[in-house]
Every structure is written in structure tokens, then in C-alpha cells.
Nanobody, 116 residues
């Protein structure tokens, strides 16, 4: 079993920045990939950014040039740096982990609100 603990959400003004962090803990697991998804009220959960244990990243167009994802394999942590935030980035952000055995885990979610 893997537990994911997120931190770093909050309220920020348009154009501002936030850094989300997620730490994974548990017994006997190996990371295939980690990342972040988000879900706004009434909408589906969408990919924000994904990174493999080897460092390959996948960031959709909505975040290109604004979001950066990084992973620390030794600490089992993943960080998401979000710059130039827009009101449409407002959502609950969920940490995600896939093990090498293709088991998927989710964090509890952290609220990000972009508003003046």
C-alpha cells in the first residue's frame, strides 16, 4: 500500500505562482511514474503533468511554458511548480503515483484557487 501526502495548495492572484509537493510512503514499492491531475467542479479529472522515474515528462498544452514537474526518486517526492496562474487553473489538484506493477494511487487532493 502506498500513501500520498500533498502540500502547497492555496489562494493566489492571477499571474502568481504556487508550488505543490507530494510525498509517497509505504512498503516495498517502486515508482513507474508520478504526477498531478486536477478536477474543477462539474468537470472530469484531467492530467496536469506526469513524470516517469527516469525523468520523462508529459505536460498538456494547457500547462506548457507555465508548469514544471520534477521528481526525487530517492525521497519518493514529486513537485509541481506552477507559474503565471490563471483563474481557469482553479481546481482540486490530486497527486498520482503508478508503481512498476501498474498499481495506481491517489492523494486526498489540495485546493488551488486563482482569484483576485
Amino acid at each position: 500500500q502506498v500513501q500520498l501526502v500533498e502540500s502547497g495548495g492555496g489562494l493566489v492572484q492571477p499571474g502568481g505562482s504556487l508550488r505543490l509537493s507530494c510525498a509517497a510512503s509505504g512498503s516495498a514499492f517502486s515508482i513507474n511514474s508520478m504526477g498531478w491531475y486536477r478536477q474543477a467542479p462539474g468537470k472530469q479529472r484531467d492530467l496536469v503533468a506526469l513524470i516517469t522515474s527516469s525523468g520523462t515528462t508529459n505536460i498538456p498544452v494547457s500547462g506548457t511554458g507555465r508548469f514544471t514537474i520534477s521528481i526525487d526518486g530517492a525521497k519518493n517526492t514529486v513537485d509541481l511548480q506552477m507559474n503565471s496562474l490563471k483563474p481557469e487553473d482553479t481546481a482540486v489538484y490530486y497527486c498520482y503515483l503508478q508503481t512498476r506493477g501498474f498499481q495506481n494511487y491517489w492523494g486526498q487532493g489540495t485546493q488551488v484557487t486563482v482569484s483576485s
